[in-house]
């Protein structure tokens, strides 16, 4: 098998490029079907934290959503990697309030928001991050009612025989196309299950997400992921990031995921498209430009929603007295 990288983003700082991220990226249909790629589409990666819409739909089609009565922003919530912003705290609290259950209950360990505001103001009151603060802190909650829901511990609900756990990776591997046995599971930064697979099984399990194959409680459940968030964006990740801004620009034509060290997937769901890219190196600053690029390039994006996503297809790069030095600078072609 060629794993061999292109290069995905440039780095230029005067008249030099001074940095090269390579990559790859797959786009197919929700039969399978290759549309476009760069690079080697069977480049084996971990999803990372674009699992969460996997992981969601399990919570939707078992029925625990609606037995604790989930609306849809909490259920856009579980898909998330948030800012902790009061509004992402307060959802991730009605969640488990709605469970029964209080804060200690999620595993996912504390970190302080992402959102700078919101972590100064944590830290001028005086307060510690908290599990509810951890940008996954809506996925464990969605855990810890799937597990409630299935009569199933809530003490150990991170384990990968669990059944929450072994729950997810089926929707996963169902939705990419692979078997459970081939999954190649790693732990992720809040603890629990994390999947590796060839990269266009990640870009098909969001072709399938946007465009179910059959009728039933499954498809019920990814319109109900898609269409939360659709409604609700900024439960996704939150004030200045991509992600929310990239379906309040397409107005919910596409919704994206980003995972760590430089993974992102893509549904089209009119469309019945789904695309994967990896950063090889997982390098964050050149993930969003290369995927804005690769948007453009397909024509999923036209030129005023580029407009719209300007600011993260080629950011300047600023020295510390804030004079622009540079540009990261997207440039590849789909074959």
């Given at each position: 098998?060629?794993?061999?990288?292109?290069?995905?983003?440039?780095?230029?700082?005067?008249?030099?490029?001074?940095?090269?991220?390579r990559?790859?990226?797959?786009?197919?249909?929700?039969?399978?079907?290759?549309?476009?790629?760069?690079?080697?589409?069977?480049?084996?990666?971990y999803?990372?934290?674009?699992?969460?819409?996997?992981q969601?739909?399990?919570?939707?089609?078992?029925?625990?959503?609606?037995?604790?009565?989930?609306?849809?922003s909490?259920?856009?919530?579980?898909?998330?990697?948030?800012?902790?912003?009061?509004?992402?705290?307060?959802?991730?609290?009605r969640?488990?309030?709605?469970?029964?259950?209080?804060?200690?209950?999620?595993?996912?360990?504390?970190?302080?928001?992402?959102?700078?505001?919101?972590?100064?103001?944590?830290?001028?009151?005086?307060e510690?991050?908290?599990?509810?603060?951890?940008?996954?802190?809506?996925?464990?909650a969605?855990?810890?009612?799937?597990?409630?829901?299935?009569?199933?511990?809530?003490?150990?609900?991170?384990?990968?025989?669990?059944?929450?756990?072994?729950?997810?990776l089926a929707?996963?591997?169902?939705?990419?196309?692979v078997?459970?046995a081939?999954?190649?599971?790693?732990?992720?930064?809040?603890g629990?299950?994390?999947?590796?697979?060839?990269?266009?099984?990640?870009?098909?399990?969001?072709?399938?997400?946007?465009?179910?194959?059959?009728?039933?409680?499954?498809?019920?459940?990814?319109?109900a992921?898609v269409?939360?968030?659709?409604?609700?964006?900024?439960?996704?990740?939150?004030?200045?990031?991509?992600?929310?801004?990239?379906?309040?620009?397409?107005?919910?034509?596409?919704?994206?995921?980003?995972?760590?060290?430089?993974?992102f997937?893509?549904?089209?769901?009119?469309?019945?498209?789904?695309?994967?890219?990896?950063?090889?190196?997982?390098?964050?600053r050149?993930?969003?430009?290369?995927?804005?690029?690769?948007?453009?390039?397909?024509?999923?994006?036209?030129?005023?929603?580029?407009?719209?996503?300007?600011?993260y297809?080629?950011?300047?790069?600023?020295?510390?007295?804030?004079?622009?030095?540079?540009?990261?600078?997207?440039?590849?072609?789909?074959?």
């Amino acid at each position: 098998m060629n794993n061999q990288s292109i290069p995905l983003v440039s780095v230029t700082r005067g008249g030099l490029v001074e940095c090269v991220h390579r990559g790859h990226i797959a786009v197919v249909d929700a039969e399978g079907r290759a549309v476009a790629s760069a690079g080697e589409p069977a480049f084996a990666t971990y999803a990372r934290s674009a699992a969460k819409l996997l992981q969601a739909v399990p919570v939707v089609a078992s029925g625990a959503a609606a037995r604790f009565g989930l609306d849809a922003s909490e259920l856009a919530l579980l898909c998330a990697s948030h800012n902790g912003e009061e509004q992402h705290v307060e959802a991730v609290a009605r969640i488990l309030a709605k469970l029964g259950l209080a804060e200690d209950a999620l595993q996912c360990g504390a970190h302080p928001p992402y959102h700078k505001a919101s972590a100064a103001k944590l830290r001028d009151s005086g307060e510690r991050p908290r599990a509810v603060h951890n940008n996954c802190s809506g996925k464990h909650a969605g855990m810890l009612a799937l597990a409630k829901h299935l009569g199933a511990s809530l003490d150990d609900y991170k384990r990968p025989d669990h059944p929450v756990q072994r729950a997810m990776l089926a929707s996963y591997a169902s939705f990419a196309g692979v078997a459970e046995a081939d999954v190649v599971l790693g732990v992720d930064g809040c603890g629990v299950p994390v999947y590796g697979a060839p990269l266009a099984s990640l870009a098909l399990a969001y072709a399938r997400l946007g465009a179910p194959r059959a009728d039933g409680p499954e498809a019920d459940a990814c319109r109900a992921v898609v269409s939360a968030l659709r409604a609700h964006p900024e439960m996704l990740a939150g004030t200045d990031r991509f992600d929310t801004e990239l379906i309040r620009v397409t107005r919910g034509r596409i919704v994206g995921k980003m995972g760590a060290e430089g993974v992102f997937a893509v549904t089209v769901p009119d469309e019945g498209l789904g695309l994967a890219l990896k950063i090889e190196d997982g390098a964050q600053r050149a993930l969003y430009p290369a995927v804005v690029e690769a948007l453009l390039r397909l024509g999923w994006i036209d030129a005023a929603e580029g407009e719209g996503l300007a600011a993260y297809h080629r950011p300047p790069i600023h020295n510390w007295g804030g004079d622009e030095v540079g540009a990261i600078v997207p440039a590849f072609d789909l074959r």
